[in-house]
């Protein structure tokens, strides 16, 4: 049989195992997301359409965009991978296992999408952001933890630890202030416990707002995601480096210098100013072509590209990082 | 100093006032925090995801009784048996499909050693994944 990293190496050097790598690489992903829930899948919904459409996205990133974090340093990951000699398992870690891996920040771009559109995601998030204020106040923070996160837990005596079904049927029903529910809940559970891992369980114990609120994405289909993103994907490969560059520094939120330091050639007003024109050019032509023929693509240029900014936004860190 | 002083774009400081609420947004966001806390992640699953055997990886997946044929995304495909025993695909409908290391052209039959998979897993002529089933 052979292996994933000589299916990869005669990828990158000839084109050939196309087809038996994107079979593995399917594989991979359906392996590497069996733990993870609808509300991490484009428009909600774990299923076959929605597993194959994210592999589709981690193999198009491995085969064609550059990214700059370690291990891939400005390389596609399947470039990085022969460059750097890597046998199987490296490449299934990075790609698809490694908590912070191609496939699990697409999952999380994802969900930040989809929290953005369902009331009851939201109403989670929100909590979230609730809980992380009254944690200082209430909590003591272990640093670097399994995983290497802060955990949060509360001074108290000897407990015996309980089951997160026990810890939200002892909670559930009281109505106490936020403050009070993490204090109770640090208590009970008697074991530290990550600020994502609390916001989930609360968010069991705490009735999220009706669903009869109209989903902000109802309508949205699959297709016209997958449209948009492709549209947004092909500017971002038409545009030159420094014009990727400024892209991303207007994403980061960089200052000036840290842009110029980066890319010499936008050293003045005008370059920047030319720049910036084309990039938004070439996004608002390449999202029109795409959706022509629909009342949208005939949206003034502002609004198109707040529609783009909505796709590329969360898309920026699998085309950039 | 700040990029925004030199952009006088309206396109631009559109996509700058976008970019600046979703990064604030995403922060403190619980899909960050997730992320960062590998809350869907096991770490001893994720050693032996890592260190796993391809072939028991392939096995897990089972497989059709020959002949088998799939179809999607405008493209057919057979696997079935020559009369000598010879597993072969053969594309019935498209064309330029790559699977299983070949590429595939219109109507094209080639004799490959595989086994007939629950799904096809292949990339069209313009190398976009798909599959067929």
Known sequence: ?321 | MSLRDHIDDPLALAFLDAADAHRAWLEGSLAQAEFEEGLHVDFAEVDALVDQDEARLAAQTGSRALPAEYSGHGYRVRIGLTALGATYIELLEGSGLSLFGVTLSAGQRVEVAVEAPMELAALTADGQPIVLR
């Open chain 1, 1 to 321: 049989m052979v292996s994933l990293s000589e299916q990869v190496a005669d990828f990158v050097s000839t084109g050939a195992q196309a087809g038996a790598l994107w079979s593995n690489v399917l594989s991979h992903v359906r392996n590497a997301t069996r733990r993870y829930p609808d509300a991490y899948f484009e428009l909600g919904q774990k299923n076959d359409e929605s597993i194959e459409g994210l592999a589709g996205r981690v193999f198009t990133i491995c085969a064609r965009v550059e990214k700059g974090r370690f291990p891939f340093m400005k390389r596609t990951p399947f470039v990085a991978y022969v460059e750097e000699d890597f046998d199987d398992p490296p490449i299934r870690y990075h790609s698809f296992y490694a908590k912070l891996s191609i496939t699990r920040e697409i999952l999380r771009d994802d969900y930040a999408k989809n929290i953005r559109r369902d009331p009851v995601l939201r109403f989670r998030d929100d909590l979230h952001r609730r809980i992380g204020k009254v944690l200082p106040e209430v909590g003591i923070a272990l640093e670097g933890g399994k995983g290497g996160h802060t955990r949060w837990t509360i001074q108290a005596g000897p407990r015996r630890p309980m089951t997160e079904d026990a810890v939200v049927d002892a909670l559930k029903g009281r109505d106490e202030p936020l403050e009070v529910l993490v204090s109770e809940a640090l208590k009970v559970i008697a074991v530290p416990i990550s600020h994502s891992r609390l916001s989930n369980l609360l968010g069991r114990v705490i009735d999220p707002p009706s669903t009869d609120e109209a989903d902000a994405g109802a309508g949205e289909s699959l297709e016209d995601t997958v449209t948009i993103r492709r549209a947004v994907i092909e500017a971002w490969e038409e545009l030159g480096d420094d014009e990727r560059a400024l892209v991303a520094a207007l994403a980061r939120g960089d200052s000036y210098d840290d842009l110029i330091a980066r890319c010499p050639s936008l050293n003045n007003r005008v370059a920047v100013s030319r720049a910036t024109k084309r990039v938004g050019q070439v996004f608002v032509a390449r999202v029109v072509e795409a959706i022509g023929g629909t009342a949208d693509a005939s949206a003034p240029p502002r609004e198109l590209l707040e529609q783009v900014a909505g796709v590329l936004l969360p898309l920026l860190p699998e085309l950039e990082s």
